[in-house]
């Protein structure tokens, strides 16, 4: 089968090499606009048949012939070009999955769901690390009870030599950082669907050394459909971000000030105080030249046997010093590339 990759960033190129871990897959091509990183990604993957293409994915009209034959198409691109995508996927008749992370991009993807029945073609949002790995285990642990009553999902890529005074960086989008850091958050209190904001409910997590003590907080996006499928079976259910401790409050500092505002600073330039943030976020936390760990539980109360009981799913995931890869990018990619085979 042939797969075509959308973004050969860290999370791009990561999946395009497990792509070819798979039997099935006996082509990958990946598209990018820009030129070095299709590159690098060509240097680096040496596990089949790769072809690269250097494009613009919101020009649709280049990109719909380098689409034609693709069984399954994968997005690592922002959120907000994933309903286009996924629709023009099913006008080629191909399967479309994505790694999610916006609420309302994935309910327009989901508006897609007769249109993909009719044809017998999935579209599956959020199927990267959160949403999609710990959505997935919540799920299989919901399963496990009699009556389940309460999930808690916690989940974050945090670096494993934090530097002040941040100790933070970004493994992906710093975009999507501050998504996830603005837009309203859902979650399931007393059996029904609810808001809460982002950076907030901060509670203390632990794990082994060398973390200890860390902080969680919501943020958005990470339960993607859960509230929707569970708001039946669970009283509570939410999700939160992992990070080192004094992130939530840093960034609440900084977003204070006004700089996640879409509002202009200049009319002259048109730069809005949040692409100043973002443009300051990537320049001094961003990329992937750094050693991470993901840390991750996934914990489910309920009555099983007429008992209270509870199932936990751990995981602490390492950077990949052979090959210098992120633990962000493995814990992403290998879900994404599983779903699209």
Known sequence: MKVTVLGAGSIGAAVAEELFAHDAVSQVQVCDRH????????????????????????DLGTLEPILQ?????????PPSLNPDLAEMA???????????????????????????????????????????????????????????????????????????????????????????????????EDGRIKGADPLSREERICFTDPFGAMEAFCTQGGLSTLTQVLQDQLDTLDHKTIRWPGHAHQMRFLLGLGFGEDRSIDVRTHLTYRDVLVRRLRQRLGGDDYEDAVLLRVLVRGQKDGQTRTLTYEMVERYDTERQRTAMARCTAVPAAAVAV
């Open 90 to 188: 099913l006008d080629l008749d191909s399967h479309f999955c994505d790694l999610g992370g916006h609420d309302a991009a994935t309910e327009e993807e989901l508006a897609l769901a007769g249109q993909a029945r009719k044809k017998s073609r999935w579209i599956v949002p959020g199927c990267g690390l959160a949403p999609g790995l710990v959505n997935v285990l919540c799920l299989r642990a919901v399963e496990q009870f009699d009556n389940p009553e309460a999930a808690h999902l916690r989940v974050g890529d945090v670096p494993l030599h934090p530097q002040d005074p941040f100790r933070f960086r970004i493994s992906w989008s710093a975009e999507k950082i501050l998504d996830d850091y603005t837009n309203p958050v859902k979650l399931i």
């Open 69 to 77: 034959g693709s069984e399954c198409i994968v997005s690592c691109l």
């Open 35 to 58: 030129a070095r990183t299709l590159q690098q990604l060509q240097e680096r993957v040496t596990g089949g048949p790769l072809r690269t293409f250097q494009l613009d994915a919101r």
